[in-house]
């Protein structure tokens, strides 16, 4: 069973710092990852994905994540934060092998201050 | 642009008193999905549609039903809705996920249930 964990439910960052949001995930066989952004009462949206290759992904807005197979993780991180990077974050897997379903983790705020 | 598009954003209704959501999108993907948001938690899947195929999420109460007319539309419609049943509903599609490559989905905007 695919499963993803998101250990913080808030991270709180300084407006200039860099951010980091971290995820774990468990699959059974190749692991797609998905980072998506929600701000408040909207969809969620895509920021950038892992499928195979290169370990750092760039996404939209600065974000990028960096896969990490050994450790089982997908953290997501941008050098310098905004303000507006202030949002509910998730993370999402789904196995390569199986299904057209996503496993979300429980998100994390990000709270950027000014 | 091609998008998703959801009706309503915000939808009050009675307790016990049938509501549809309607869901729409412009990207023709095989697959459509429906979730339920509750509180800044994840979304919780209740169902997706590949193509006309129906896949019921094994925990999703038989209140909750869905249609597929065509690749465009795709309705949740909540029989008799509970105050339990209050939560944001997100409608998202995806590519045949069957395909090379991993494709991400795409969400609508959510409509925002209130039950009285």
Same mark, same amino acid.
């Given at each position: 069973?695919?499963?993803?964990?998101?250990?913080?439910d808030?991270?709180?960052?300084?407006?200039?710092? $860099?951010? #980091? &949001?971290?995820c774990?995930?468990? &699959?059974?066989?190749?692991?797609?990852?998905?980072?998506? @952004?929600?701000?408040?009462?909207?969809?969620?949206?895509?920021?950038?994905?892992?499928?195979?290759?290169?370990?750092?992904?760039?996404?939209?807005?600065?974000?990028?994540?960096?896969?990490?197979?050994?450790?089982?993780?997908?953290?997501?991180?941008?050098?310098?934060?905004?303000?507006?990077?202030?949002?509910?974050? +998730?993370?999402?897997? %789904?196995?390569?092998?199986?299904?057209?379903?996503?496993?979300?983790?429980?998100? #994390?705020?990000?709270s @950027?201050?000014? | 642009?091609a998008?998703?598009?959801?009706? $309503?954003?915000?939808?009050? #209704?009675?307790?016990?008193? $049938?509501?549809?959501?309607?869901?729409?999108?412009?990207?023709?993907?095989?697959?459509?999905?429906?979730?339920?948001?509750?509180?800044?938690?994840?979304?919780?899947?209740? +169902?997706?549609?590949?193509?006309?195929?129906?896949?019921?999420?094994?925990?999703? $109460?038989?209140?909750?039903?869905?249609? %597929?007319?065509?690749?465009? +539309?795709? +309705?949740?419609?909540? %029989?008799?809705?509970?105050?339990?049943?209050?939560?944001?509903y997100?409608?998202?599609t995806? =590519?045949?996920? %069957?395909?090379?490559?991993?494709?991400?989905?795409?969400?609508?905007?959510? #409509? =925002?249930?209130? @039950?009285?």
């Amino acid at each position: 069973a695919q499963s993803v964990a998101q250990p913080e439910d808030q991270v709180n960052v300084a407006e200039g710092n $860099p951010l #980091t &949001v971290k995820c774990t995930y468990s &699959v059974s066989g190749n692991p797609y990852l998905f980072w998506y @952004v929600q701000y408040p009462n909207r969809g969620l949206q895509f920021l950038l994905k892992y499928i195979t290759g290169d370990n750092l992904v760039k996404g939209s807005y600065g974000f990028e994540a960096e896969f990490n197979k050994s450790q089982t993780s997908f953290h997501l991180k941008k050098p310098s934060a905004l303000v507006s990077d202030s949002a509910l974050y +998730f993370c999402a897997v %789904r196995d390569g092998n199986y299904g057209q379903n996503f496993v979300f983790g429980p998100g #994390t705020r990000l709270s @950027v201050l000014p | 642009d091609a998008m998703v598009i959801q009706n $309503p954003r915000y939808q009050v #209704t009675q307790f016990g008193k $049938p509501v549809t959501l309607s869901c729409s999108q412009t990207l023709n993907h095989n697959v459509m999905y429906w979730y339920q948001q509750k509180s800044s938690q994840a979304p919780k899947l209740l +169902f997706h549609y590949y193509d006309k195929d129906f896949n019921n999420e094994a925990d999703t $109460p038989d209140n909750f039903q869905s249609r %597929r007319p065509n690749t465009s +539309f795709c +309705f949740l419609d909540i %029989r008799s809705p509970g105050l339990g049943d209050a939560a944001m509903y997100l409608c998202a599609t995806s =590519r045949d996920l %069957r395909l090379a490559g991993a494709y991400e989905q795409y969400f609508g905007p959510g #409509t =925002r249930l209130t @039950v009285t």
